[in-house]
């Protein structure tokens, strides 16, 4: 059906332009003043008003202002077409800046497209349901991203065509270090002695290892290296097998860390790394209470999983395995925490010494 036939399409159309040019206008003024919140959500101030929330909710857009209410999304406010404009700007900004590179390459419109796709992915904000919090060596936690989460993202974002290699042999540096135990009089962890007096130890190691990712952008290809590294406990091969496979996993994520804020570069400012993924970790505690019971009891029948008093869980080496299931043997119960297992351990070795 034509505008003629049609009064109420051609009526849309002014509308539509009317609302653009006002946009395009606002932004000349510098009166809008355009923010990034989140993937598919900016704010909107414009003058002293408090600022609009527009949003882009699968293929339509959303704004909290008035005129979005009594017309959007058939006709989109200005607000809209500010983002919407903001951002072809900037694509195409950065468009310009590599157009000389294209010109060299062949389909550079195809080209064109999938770089600055690839652009516009790596500029968004980090979705931070995507970290994940561990505890520190110290006091609290920190947060991080997931291995898997690192590769799934690269995939997304650069269709495959990325590279992972390890540039480097691993460099495994092995020492002693003297077990501590909570000691209740003086309110700190320290050292256990057996009989004789000699303190205890337990064997430790650092594995490091030195790789690449390599990226293709435009036709070419650009490569970021880094240091990965993971610490580990025994003298197990069980041990050194899973420190070798945390360090590569480690390495890749500082690699991708260097593309920005999809991978997880934020997340090194302080400020930021106080809060990120809290809301995610109390969600998970919280969903988790309910089956802890059911869980206890699981791990009780089939011995899949192993977990101290104080909710620790007990990792892969298989010489704490070992020993977490000799003293729940001997005792009934699990151990309150690994210090009292290493304590319980040290005491069975005194008592051996002195029959």
Known sequence: MSDELNPQAGDSDAAQLERTERARSAIRAGQFHISRAGPQQWTVKNGEKLPYAVSLQGDTWVCTCMDYQQRGPRILCKHIEGVRLSEAAQNEAYLTNHKEHQMDQPDSNNLSERFARILWELRQPLDMSRVKRRQAPGLGSVPYLEGYDIIDRANEIFGFAW??????????????????????QERRKVPITDANGNFQTEEVG??????????????????????????????????????????????LKRCFRQLGEQFGNSLYDKEIAQAAGLDNGAQATSSSQPNRANAASQTNSNGAARAYGDGTNVNGNVSEQEAYDTYKKA???????KDSLRSWIASQRTNTVAA
């Open 163 to 184: 590279s992972f290699d390890l540039i480097s042999e691993p460099l495994i540096v092995r020492w002693h270090k003297k077990v501590l135990a909570w000691n209740q």
């Open 331 to 337: 005792t009934g119960s699990a151990p309150a925490s």
């Open 206 to 251: 650092l594995v490091y290892i030195t790789g690449k990712v390599t990226v293709e952008l435009d036709g070419k290809q650009y490569s970021h290296a880094d240091l990965g590294r993971c610490i580990f406990s025994g003298d197990t091969p069980e041990a050194l097998d899973m420190a070798l496979a945390g360090s590569a996993t480690d390495c």
